[in-house]
């Protein structure tokens, strides 16, 4: 058990649950997010100072609504239910939730009720009226015995409510999402104000628990790292190896859909700054004969993700015996990927994609509940350099996603050099910190061009780079006209093959950041 206080997240299987985790620990505040279905007793055991009960899908109305204990409730310790855990809160002490004709969803301007709102400690520091993000179809009509309500909005007037002689919070908003205003200051105050924590928890905790954690759990059996030279694969590795050394192998699959000398670096990296067990394992020709004359973009990241998996084992039976199969999968992986209640968006080849006869005892993903600032937090806590810790994010299929349509050797060799130029311009111009992530995309449109004073008939390559915080949602980069100008240029003067390039001013919502 960690020697630091803890607050659980109790998951009600909503879209935004992890992003609260992520939120209370940007606060210093270690937490853990527990199934709601996790007995009472197990969750005392921890001796948590504070409990959140998340959003989720459902209506607790319906007969099968998820519910937790209602001894929960009369413990003593505080509670703070965001918009389904609010309503699971009237309803279990006796108010009265109903179901609206319209749903409520997005930005709505809400309104604090005085006295009671700065009374109860949640909403000091927040504005009289501020923007918050609704996202509901049930709203809590009557409140149970003991609260009072302390905001309100044009269509709920119980938007927030509390009985603080219990210690007991509800909000229908999502003051977990950027687009509540005060939302941090919110979270803040409960994690503070309400439960008493002192911010104890830091990523180095994070790193030193989870080498102690593996290092049990292995004990002296011997673990293989599926390395794709990315952040977070990178990050888990060197995690593991920190843990059990030289029982850790790393093996590395040149899939023939990575960046321009990426496979290289990424071998120089593993042997030569972290003295690894590592093996490379040249496998384009084989990915790509899979790949050949598909087209569709969750295919390919089946094929790939199978493909993947077994040449890893492959490459295992070779090494000798081995236990556990460790990956780099986090938070917005497994999110997009849609396990438990969440929608599938895309599946990933480290979660969706694996095919269930893996040959191995045990998956281990050590970074599985972080978000991609926090894996590049703990990889500086390990001591990987800033250069690799910061490396652009990349799809595990690679390339092969960003290269619309059927993928061929020539088109991954068009991508490549579009790619790196845009890429150098970016790092040229001394803008790539403040960037999340920016890449090039080959399109399997052609237009008309002129090139040389002759007609030419040639590709489109797509420019893509977003900011973001946590790669749950992003906008697009204002990237200065000049740098793309710069970026543009090159890349129909010195890549074959491509006579236009455009850039996508999409956010996600409702794009995603990759094209495919």
């Not at 205003?181 to 911010?199: D, E, P």
């Not at 790669?471 to 003067?493: C, G, H, Q």
Request: aromatic letters at 8%; a negative charge; hydrophobic letters at 40%.
């Amino acid at each position: 058990m960690p020697d630091h206080e803890l607050l659980i997240v109790l998951d009600f299987g909503g879209q935004y649950n992890q992003l609260i985790a992520r939120r209370v620990r940007d606060e210093g505040v270690y937490c853990e997010v527990l199934p709601y279905t996790t007995p009472l007793e197990k969750l005392m055991e921890r001796s948590p100072k504070g409990f959140i009960l998340t959003g989720g899908p459902n209506s607790v109305n319906a007969p099968t609504a998820p519910r937790c204990p209602a001894e929960l409730f009369s413990l003593g310790v505080p509670v703070l239910g965001i918009c389904y855990g609010a309503q699971l809160i009237a309803a279990t002490l006796g108010g009265r939730v109903l179901s609206d004709e319209k749903s409520e969803y997005g930005a709505v301007e809400m309104t604090l009720i005085e006295p009671g709102a700065r009374d109860g400690r949640l909403f000091t520091g927040v504005d009289a009226v501020s923007t918050c993000w609704m996202s509901h179809n049930d709203r809590v009509a009557e409140l149970p015995e003991g609260f009072c309500a302390t905001a309100r909005t044009a269509r709920c007037a119980n938007a927030a409510f509390e009985d603080r002689a219990r210690g007991l919070y509800a909000v229908q908003f999502h003051p977990e999402v950027l687009h509540t205003v005060f939302g941090r200051q919110i979270l803040k105050n409960f994690v503070y104000a309400v439960c008493g924590f002192s911010g104890d928890w830091r990523m180095s905790g994070f790193v030193r628990d989870s080498i102690a954690r593996l290092r049990e759990k292995i004990g002296d059996k011997k673990a293989l790292c599926a390395l794709s030279g990315g952040v977070d694969s990178t990050v888990a590795a060197v995690l593991l190896h920190r843990a059990i050394g030289k029982r850790l192998t790393c093996i590395f699959v040149d899939n023939g859909l990575l960046r321009k000398g990426e496979a290289d670096s990424v071998e120089a990296m593993c042997k030569g700054q972290f003295e690894m067990n590592f093996v490379r394992v040249d496998a384009a020709d084989r990915f790509l004969s899979r790949l050949a004359g598909v087209t569709e973009p969750e295919r390919k990241r089946k094929i790939i993700g199978e493909e993947f998996i077994r040449v890893v084992e492959e490459a295992a039976k070779r090494i000798g015996q081995v236990d556990f199969l460790v990956q780099g999968t986090i938070y917005p992986d497994v999110i997009e990927s849609g396990l438990g209640d969440s929608a599938v968006i895309k599946s990933h080849h480290n979660v969706g994609g694996l095919p269930k006869d893996v040959g191995f005892s045990e998956i281990i993903e050590p970074l599985r509940l972080l978000f991609k600032d926090e894996v590049r937090r703990a990889g500086l806590e390990l001591g990987i350099p800033e250069e690799i810790v910061w490396r652009q994010p990349f799809p595990g299929p690679g390339l092969s996603v960003r290269v619309l349509g059927d993928v061929t050797e020539e088109k991954l060799a068009t991508l490549r050099e579009a790619d790196a130029i845009f890429r150098e311009e970016i790092a040229n111009a001394g803008i790539a910190r403040d960037i999340s992530q920016y890449f090039a995309v080959l399109t399997n449109l052609k237009t008309v061009g002129v090139k040389g004073d002759e007609r030419s008939y040639e590709s489109v390559v797509a420019l893509r780079a977003v900011k973001t915080d946590d790669f749950m949602t992003a906008d697009f980069s204002r990237v200065p006209y000049e740098v793309l100008a710069k970026a543009s240029s090159r890349i129909v003067n010195e890549v074959p093959r491509v006579n236009r390039v455009v850039y996508d001013i999409t956010a996600k919502p409702p794009a995603t950041i990759e094209w495919e």
